[in-house]
C-alpha cells in the first residue's frame, strides 16, 4: 500500500496566511480558497469588500487546479490557442488563479483565488503555495 502526504489545517492556516499577506501587500481585495486534491473546500476566507461571485470564483479556480493537476492558466492557454471546446469540459474553469500544490511529486490540493486580475490572483496563489516549502 503506499503512502502519500496530505495537507493538514495547519497546512492550510499557513499557506491561507502567505497567500492573505501577498494580497494585503498590494491591497488586492480577494477571495482565497484552498482545496484537497479531490477538490473539496478545506480552508475559506473572503475579504472585507470582495465580491460574493469572486468567492465561487476562487472555489472554482481552485476545484480545476486540484481535479485536473493543473493550473488554471494552462487551461485558459489551452482555450486561447484555439481549443475552445475545453470550456465544456466537466469541471474545468479555465481562468487563470487556481494552481495546484504538488508535495513530492503528488498533488494534495490547490488555491484558488479571485478579485484581481487573472496573473495577481496567481501571483497570491502561488505565495500560499510557497510558504509550505
Not at 480545476?64 to 493550473?71: F, G, L, P, Y
Request: hydrophobic share 45%.
Amino acid at each position: 500500500m503506499k503512502t502519500r502526504p496530505v495537507l493538514t489545517l495547519e497546512d492550510c492556516l499557513k499557506v491561507y496566511a502567505a497567500a492573505e499577506a501577498e494580497a494585503r501587500k498590494n491591497n488586492w481585495i480577494v477571495a482565497i480558497a484552498i482545496l484537497d486534491d479531490g477538490g473539496h473546500l478545506l480552508h475559506f476566507a473572503r475579504m472585507d469588500g470582495a465580491t460574493p461571485a469572486n468567492a465561487g470564483i476562487a472555489i472554482g479556480k481552485g476545484r480545476t487546479a486540484a481535479i485536473s493537476r493543473r493550473s488554471t492558466g494552462k487551461w485558459q492557454e489551452i482555450v486561447k490557442g484555439g481549443r475552445t471546446e475545453m470550456i465544456k469540459m466537466p469541471g474545468i474553469l479555465p481562468v487563470q488563479g487556481g494552481v495546484p500544490i504538488v508535495v513530492d511529486q503528488v498533488c494534495v490540493g490547490a488555491v484558488g483565488v479571485s478579485g484581481v486580475q487573472s496573473h495577481e490572483d496567481e501571483q497570491i496563489a502561488q505565495a500560499g503555495i510557497d510558504a509550505l516549502k
